[in-house]
């Protein structure tokens, strides 16, 4: 653990000290489409979750039918781990491209459905998860694209833009959804979010990427040998492990409880948009402080960084006015920045290009695949305990796994040396 986990910050140390900046990156015309198409896909994104809450709520379907539909939209993150295999057998830009065009047919089909007096369940859940198929091949392969069109000094900058471009287009789409759920109604911002997700595809086919060799074993094999980069690095899985926890909390917060919270005398759609839009505002200077801050121990501050998540909760548990809580969420907006920052270097620059993706993958299945039952099981549990009570609980749990993992580094062999180093 002592050496993986320094070497690890050294290689992040490395590449930071000698980087590129967001702004000269941006001005590269190999790699604008990309971070532009991040702004406009993002945007999308925003309003879309918006308009997915409350076109089903509006449809007159309560807490348990929401919980289902967005867990039918979470659920396809199992398949993440295809994901990885395609991203790492096609061309990235492809793949990416692949994925928008998939996203933008599901949600043009989502406000279709929104827009009927009753859109049965089933269609709205078998809708919803056909974006969220789009979504889990996307993810892991967008955090491999930036090795393919940048050298390794410029990739702290490179994913530092991507997440500040991101963190953009969420804050653009989070602030208007609620003015557009209100305007224009949940089915043409459902509807919006398709069209961004086309202009996206469109600027995308603008990159070049190089074909990725071929080793001439199948896609199980490939994926085997993905995992199996995976578990020979320990400071990955303990991570990963902990961000699960995280990822399952944070999808209480933004899926089910946040909206009915305010939803419930706190302001409607117009303050959730709001408070959502804090989480990418406060990413804005996180991005940035990821590229500079140099922390001696690596491994255990971006565990505690992802513990902000608690903060917004905590005051939603105990019944804050919204406008407090949307101050408070700029906290783990800014925290989470850093992290990625961090977290997707550190693993450019230790796992081997040809397994990237998939090792990203590995990453990020844990936590998505708890998602989708954490979104449904929400529902019921609210109404059977109440709101406070499920939210103040949600808050307790990446406090209790911080604690959890920081306790299993300093048990684990060497851990002594680097925390007090």
């Known amino acids: 653990m002592k050496s993986a986990a320094r070497d690890a910050k050294g290689l992040v140390d490395e590449v930071v000290s000698e980087t590129a900046t967001p702004l000269s990156l941006l001005r590269r015309a190999s790699a604008a489409p990309l971070f532009v198409?991040?702004?406009i896909s993002s945007t999308g994104v925003g309003i879309g979750q918006v308009a997915l809450a409350w076109g089903v709520m509006e449809t007159g379907y309560g807490a348990p039918e929401l919980s289902l539909v967005l867990a039918c939209n979470a659920f396809p993150a199992l398949l993440i781990v295809c994901?990885?295999?395609?991203?790492d057998r096609f061309r990235r830009h492809h793949v990416l491209m692949g994925a928008e065009i998939l996203a933008c047919l599901s949600w043009l089909a989502l406000g279709g459905a929104l827009s009927m007096d009753r859109a049965p369940l089933p269609l709205l859940c078998s809708l919803a998860g056909l974006g969220g198929v789009a979504t889990a091949v996307f993810l892991p392969t967008v955090r491999g694209v930036i090795a393919d069109l940048m050298a390794g000094r410029e990739r702290p900058a490179g994913n530092a833009l991507i997440n500040q471009t991101e963190s953009v287009g969420h804050l653009i789409g989070f602030v208007s959804a609620g003015a557009v759920v209100t305007l224009v109604g949940p089915a043409w911002a459902a509807g919006a979010r398709g069209a961004f997700c086309g202009i996206s595809a469109a600027l995308l086919s603008r990159?070049?990427?190089?074909?990725?060799?071929?080793t001439g074993s199948g896609p199980l094999r490939e994926l085997w040998e993905g995992w199996r980069e995976f578990k020979g690095r320990p400071w990955v899985w303990i991570m990963t492990l902990h961000c699960t926890v995280i990822t399952t909390a944070l999808a209480c917060y933004m899926k089910t409880a946040g909206p009915l919270y305010t939803e419930n005398g706190h302001g409607g759609a117009w303050a959730w948009g709001v408070i959502s839009a804090a989480l990418p505002l406060g990413s804005l200077a996180g991005a940035l402080i990821g590229i500079r801050w140099k922390p001696a121990h690596l491994i255990p501050v971006s565990a505690l960084l992802l513990t902000s998540v608690s903060i917004p909760l905590l005051l939603m548990g105990?019944?804050?006015?919204?406008?407090?809580?949307?101050?408070?969420?700029?906290?783990?907006?800014?925290?989470?920045?850093?992290?990625?920052?961090?977290?997707?270097t550190a693993l450019q620059a230790e796992i081997p290009h040809a397994a990237l993706v998939r090792v990203n993958s590995?990453?990020?299945?844990?936590?998505?695949?708890?998602?989708?039952?954490?979104v449904l099981l929400s529902g019921p549990l609210v109404a059977g305990f109440g709101l406070q009570a499920i939210v103040l609980a949600t808050a307790a749990v990446p406090i209790a796994a911080?604690?959890?993992?920081?306790?299993?580094?300093?048990?684990?062999?060497?851990?002594?040396a680097v925390r007090a180093s």
């Open 318 to 344: 105990g019944g804050a006015p919204w406008q407090a809580i949307a101050v408070a969420a700029l906290v783990p907006g800014a925290a989470q920045a850093v992290y990625y920052v961090f977290w997707t």
């Open 83 to 87: 994901g990885g295999v395609i991203g």
């Open 37 to 39: 198409s991040r702004v």
């Open 362 to 374: 590995w990453n990020m299945v844990t936590g998505y695949a708890l998602m989708p039952v954490t």
């Open 402 to 416: 911080t604690a959890l993992t920081l306790l299993v580094l300093w048990l684990h062999s060497g851990i002594h």
């Open 207 to 214: 990159l070049v990427t190089q074909r990725p060799g071929r």
